[in-house]
Each structure stands twice: as C-alpha cells, then as structure tokens.
C-alpha cells in the first residue's frame, strides 16, 4: 500500500516519485519480499503457507509475488532497488531448489 501511495502522494524530485514525507517505501518492500520469500520456502512456511516443490508452479508463484512490488518500484523510476530485489529473490529461489534448471536457463539468457 505504501508503494501505491508513494505514486499518488509522494513528492518529486528530479523527475522521479520516490520519497513519501521523510523515507522511501520501496527499502521497506524490498526487505520485505525478500523476508517473506524465505518464511515461505522455509521449513515451516509463513503463517501456514509454504512453496510445496521444486516446479514450474512454484517458481511462478514466487514470480508473482515479486513481480507486484517490482513493477511498482519501477513505477517511481527506481530502478536501483529493482536491480537488488530481483537478483537477491532469484538466488533465494536457487537456495530454494525451486525449479533450478529453469532458473540457470533464465539466468544465462539474462547474461
């Protein structure tokens, strides 16, 4: 929600949308997602969630849950934090066994 409201009532400096009063929402969100991405590829799973195998559906469930807060990120423009979330959530998804061959063949495309 801070996100969106960064868009609606952040001010703008030098062309972009990114501080909302006095800090910016998109740190929050990046430690976030990437503190619930590993509550739910963890043994226990986060509030009775957990990423159940290594497959195709499980990397597109996280995929999902990153692409949300990437897209508004990008939004801003704040395209450094984007570069730190998206890399920090694909090795958290290789640690993850989630869906590896994939994830080396999306990886070295991206290389």
Known sequence: MLLV?????????????????????????????????????????????????SGFKSFLIMMALVSVPCSLILMEPDLGTTLTLVP????????ARIWRRGLVSIVSIGV
Do not use: H, N, T
């Open 88 to 95: 920090a959530s694909l090795i958290i998804m290789f640690v």
């Open 5 to 53: 409201a960064v868009l609606c009532f952040g001010s703008e400096i030098y062309g972009g949308k990114r501080w909302l009063w006095f800090f910016q929402p998109s740190e929050i969100a990046k430690l976030s997602v990437i503190v619930l991405m590993a509550a739910l590829c963890g043994d226990d799973g986060a509030m009775g969630l957990k990423v159940k195998g």
